[in-house]
């Protein structure tokens, strides 16, 4: 950190730059990269790069250089830009926000975990019980989170395949008192089809590989991934995600964030049925398609804790209002297969909600009496999605690139139309430039 201090390279700030073109702008990014310096600014913005290897430059020491400086009095980096969130926030008791956005594999999803641990570590360091309950509550739900909602692409081994925006609550005297995380867009599509080279999310790769012997056979599993047609595309891809080690963490951070035994061995049975429905296969007698392999319709609903015969009902009819009359017609068996793969992406969906919504009952604020301790405040962090460009992109990947477009034109009107307005206003020469 002290060399890091002492020596810079290029433009530590892209607003020092003499004249601005694309290939000065990456000669200047590129130069501070080669050198280490990862993060430069532009103005109140922080542009990261990633490296894809660890640094250590996240370490107590280098909180401790960014703790209560101004903006520009260090380096660039994420620290500088949440100490500046969280000491605005502290200073004029308003509510603050930092956007974090990129294309999938930048680096959204570590900048936010960073970013909140810079929180954590520079907050009161007295022991309340409370303080260090709700910090150690925030910082572990990430990596449930992340078991659920992440998965492997062809950029990025742990990308987020959901939209995060957690709010951080925060008392008079800048103390964190508890959170709120709003989840977007699960991309439900890749519980039953990933893209050559790609995962379906961590969680079912999780169960297989870290579940003991005991587990799986009460479950009716094995370890073996290329045995579950919804996962077997990614069975033999290497990851950087150990995925045995990763279930022990994410089962005991389920417990810690408060999680009953029977409530985590629910979802173990919900992942379980699943990959069960993934294997269901459908066989056509005359016109009527009949389900081939019975067994499996009744482990699934032993694990789902229902009636073998309405799950086969679900699975080969659908119901039908005729006006006064209700009917269940039976499906094709094209139909039949549409249905299984729709009840899987649902039941995945209802899942991750379901998590969510269990965290924030936890983390929520409570027993925080206004009158008392004045207004809360708040320091939000908003992890997207990356925007992507395939061959064939699927609808959730329309949504994910026109909802990064949108958050883009967001950050000109706030960053960079208002500052022209404020040169017109107080009548400062300006050459207007346009932005689309």
Known sequence: MAEQESLEFGKADFVLMDTVSMPEFMANLRLRFEKGRIYTFIGEVVVSVNPYKSLSIYGRDTIEQYKGRELYERPPHLFA??????????????DTCIVISGESGAGKTEASKYIMQYIAAITNPSQRAEIERVKNMLLKSNCVLEAFGNAKTNRNDNSSRFGKYMDINFDFKGDPIGGHISNYLLEKSRVIVQQPGERSFHSFYQLLQGGSEQMLRSLHLQKSLSSYNYIHVGAQLKSSINDAAEFKIVADAMKVIGFKPEEIQTVYKILAAILHLGNLKFVVDGDTPLIENGKVVSIIAELLSTKADMVEKALLYRTVATGRDIIDKQHTEQEASYGRDAFAKAIYERLFCWIVTCINGIIEVKNYDTTIHGKNTVIGVLDIYGFEIFDNNSFEQFCI?????????????????????????????WKHVGFL
């Open 81 to 94: 830009i949440a100490d500046a969130a969280y000491k605005a926030m502290k200073r004029r008791a308003k």
């Open 401 to 429: 690139n026109y909802c990064n477009e949108k958050l883009q034109q967001l950050f000109i009107q706030l960053v960079l139309k208002q500052e022209q307005e404020e040169y017109q206003r107080e009548g400062i020469p």
